[in-house]
């Protein structure tokens, strides 16, 4: 990367922005350094110069003058200034909000009252409801904007623009503080953090006064989450949170209702890992309801930990057609790099479920897979289905070339590598003992079913747990 600031900052336009901070220099309004568009014109992304390459740079900016380094830096400072600038105006352009305040700002200094009612009322027209903090924050902005200007006259408004322009500042400030301990209390879980939880137990008593200004249902979403990080045993809150966000999901921004089902989804996972099974039901529901919302797909891409997410949970409780109809409607939505991989190893662990073994063989060994967790996950499936089969002898060479891809696969961690060894090691017992099960004595059978049990609590790590559990439990 560039050293030099402006190189960094014209590196990251794409080709028509580009087009557009040229003609951007091109305008008087903005640029009268003549300088400036023509270094510019010399310049080609990604731009990378060397000495050499700087001083032919110089040689045609500045007309064969006698190279200078100052001459060339002050170019580049002038330049350097204008694209901030223009990428300013690109990030403001983003916002109405923005260009209608300073619109009513200029009316108002410039004493243009009928321009400043007319403009006013255009845009309490054009107002949405406000759902979220930036709504709020507008709103404060436009009732003070409204007070400036009522200071302009002799008498002030009728409507008392004082008292909304305080209270959309309460909403503001306390949907954000809550947004943000929210995530302070979440990250602190993940990286062992102690935040300063400034001002909460202020926020909590304000909040149980039930102002009605305050009765938002984004502040009484951040609310019932906050409650959820500190007391996850309270299941309470969390069904509270789930209802919430279902009757008002269609009132939300995209972005603040996956944030806050993310939430949700987060408190299911840590109850299922816990061994409460009850929440794979509320989670599936989650992903049913995000679906349903588009809030799964971004930019026409579902993402396959989502699409494979679904489809374990939907397995697990046995919703096997609607998860057969998901999995065939929704692959064409996968990013194409994965498609084929994902579809192939998703529809094979549903055959697998449903007891088809030799549709799983099939499928499973006519796709040649492209992706290492793929590759891995589809030999997990072989290597259950063998087992259930009986097919001792298939499941031993699968298990042993399956090692060895392990072993020589760069692309897996260590503990992934161990994880996996273990499983093949604690597999291969089960299976002699299911094996010796039709020919050795009952005794026998039992020592080493209580030698498997050892073995399953001493190996760690140890993937595909459950299964290995559950096949313990049949013998």
């Given at each position: 990367?560039?050293?030099?600031?402006?190189?960094?900052?014209?590196?990251?336009?794409?080709?028509?922005?580009?087009?557009?901070?040229?003609?951007?220099?091109?305008?008087?309004?903005?640029?009268?350094?003549?300088?400036?568009?023509?270094?510019?014109?010399?310049?080609?992304?990604?731009?990378?110069?060397?000495?050499?390459?700087?001083?032919?740079?110089?040689?045609?900016?500045?007309?064969?003058?006698?190279?200078?380094?100052?001459?060339?830096?002050?170019?580049?400072?002038?330049?350097?200034?204008?694209?901030?600038?223009?990428?300013?105006?690109?990030?403001?352009?983003?916002?109405?909000?923005?260009?209608?305040?300073?619109?009513?700002?200029?009316?108002?200094?410039?004493?243009?009252?009928?321009?400043?009612?007319?403009?006013?009322?255009?845009?309490?027209?054009?107002?949405?409801?406000?759902?979220?903090?930036?709504?709020?924050?507008?709103q404060h902005q436009l009732a003070e904007e409204a007070e400036h200007f009522a200071e302009l006259g002799e008498?002030?408004?009728?409507?008392?623009?004082?008292?909304?322009?305080?209270?959309?500042?309460?909403?503001?400030?306390?949907?954000?503080?809550?947004?943000?301990?929210?995530?302070?209390?979440?990250?602190?879980?993940?990286?062992?953090?102690?935040?300063?939880?400034?001002?909460?137990?202020?926020?909590?008593?304000?909040?149980?006064?039930?102002?009605?200004?305050?009765?938002?249902?984004?502040?009484?979403?951040?609310?019932?989450?906050?409650?959820?990080?500190?007391?996850?045993?309270?299941?309470?809150?969390?069904?509270?949170?789930?209802?919430?966000?279902?009757?008002?999901?269609?009132?939300?921004?995209?972005?603040?209702?996956?944030?806050?089902?993310?939430?949700?989804?987060?408190?299911?996972?840590?109850?299922?890992?816990?061994?409460?099974?009850?929440?794979?039901?509320?989670?599936?529901?989650?992903?049913?309801?995000?679906?349903?919302?588009g809030l799964l797909i971004e930019k026409g891409i579902l993402a396959h930990p989502h699409f494979k997410n679904?489809?374990?949970?939907g397995l697990r409780l046995k919703d096997f057609d609607w998860i057969y109809t998901f999995i065939e409607e929704?692959?064409?939505?996968?990013?194409?790099?994965?498609?084929?991989?994902?579809?192939?190893?998703?529809?094979?662990?549903?055959?697998?479920?449903?007891?088809?073994?030799?549709?799983?063989?099939?499928?499973?060994?006519?796709?040649?897979?492209?992706?290492?967790?793929?590759?891995?996950?589809?030999?997990?499936?072989?290597?259950?289905?063998?087992?259930?089969?009986?097919?001792?002898?298939?499941?031993?060479?699968?298990?042993?070339?399956?090692?060895?891809?392990?072993?020589?696969?760069?692309?897996?961690?260590?503990?992934?590598?161990?994880?996996?060894?273990?499983?093949?090691?604690?597999?291969?017992?089960?299976?002699?003992?299911?094996?010796?099960?039709?020919?050795?004595?009952?005794?026998?059978?039992?020592?080493?079913?209580?030698?498997?049990?050892?073995?399953?609590?001493?190996?760690?790590?140890?993937?595909?747990?459950?299964?290995?559990?559950?096949?313990?439990?049949?013998?």
């Amino acid at each position: 990367m560039s050293k030099i600031l402006l190189y960094q900052a014209l590196n990251s336009l794409n080709p028509s922005e580009w087009q557009q901070f040229e003609l951007f220099l091109a305008h008087p309004l903005f640029n009268t350094n003549k300088k400036c568009q023509m270094y510019l014109s010399q310049l080609k992304v990604p731009i990378n110069l060397s000495d050499s390459d700087h001083k032919r740079l110089f040689s045609k900016v500045f007309n064969n003058e006698k190279f200078s380094e100052q001459k060339l830096k002050d170019v580049r400072k002038v330049l350097y200034k204008h694209i901030k600038k223009f990428l300013a105006l690109k990030e403001i352009e983003k916002n109405e909000n923005d260009w209608d305040l300073a619109i009513l700002k200029q009316f108002r200094n410039r004493g243009l009252n009928d321009l400043y009612n007319i403009q006013k009322k255009a845009i309490e027209k054009k107002l949405p409801i406000a759902n979220i903090p930036q709504d709020f924050l507008f709103q404060h902005q436009l009732a003070e904007e409204a007070e400036h200007f009522a200071e302009l006259g002799e008498l002030r408004q009728t409507d008392d623009q004082l008292q909304q322009m305080v209270d959309w500042l309460d909403s503001f400030y306390i949907a954000k503080k809550l947004k943000w301990i929210c995530e302070m209390m979440n990250r602190s879980r993940i990286v062992n953090t102690n935040y300063q939880l400034h001002l909460l137990d202020e926020i909590k008593l304000i909040l149980k006064k039930e102002y009605p200004h305050l009765q938002k249902v984004i502040i009484n979403a951040y609310y019932l989450v906050y409650e959820t990080l500190r007391q996850a045993d309270d299941v309470e809150n969390f069904y509270r949170l789930k209802s919430l966000l279902d009757e008002n999901v269609e009132k939300l921004p995209r972005a603040e209702a996956i944030s806050l089902y993310r939430y949700a989804q987060n408190y299911c996972i840590g109850k299922i890992n816990k061994g409460d099974v009850l929440f794979m039901e509320e989670l599936y529901n989650i992903y049913k309801k995000l679906l349903i919302n588009g809030l799964l797909i971004e930019k026409g891409i579902l993402a396959h930990p989502h699409f494979k997410n679904i489809i374990t949970l939907g397995l697990r409780l046995k919703d096997f057609d609607w998860i057969y109809t998901f999995i065939e409607e929704s692959n064409n939505m996968l990013d194409s790099n994965i498609r084929e991989n994902a579809y192939h190893f998703n529809l094979a662990t549903y055959y697998y479920e449903i007891g088809n073994f030799d549709l799983v063989i099939d499928l499973l060994n006519s796709v040649k897979f492209n992706d290492v967790y793929y590759e891995i996950s589809s030999k997990y499936i072989l290597l259950k289905v063998y087992y259930d089969l009986n097919e001792y002898s298939l499941l031993g060479y699968l298990t042993s070339s399956f090692e060895r891809y392990i072993k020589r696969n760069k692309e897996v961690s260590t503990q992934n590598r161990q994880g996996i060894v273990n499983f093949l090691f604690v597999l291969k017992n089960l299976a002699k003992i299911k094996e010796w099960k039709g020919f050795k004595k009952k005794d026998f059978i039992e020592k080493q079913l209580e030698k498997a049990k050892l073995l399953l609590e001493k190996k760690k790590p140890i993937v595909n747990l459950p299964w290995l559990k559950a096949k313990l439990e049949e013998l």
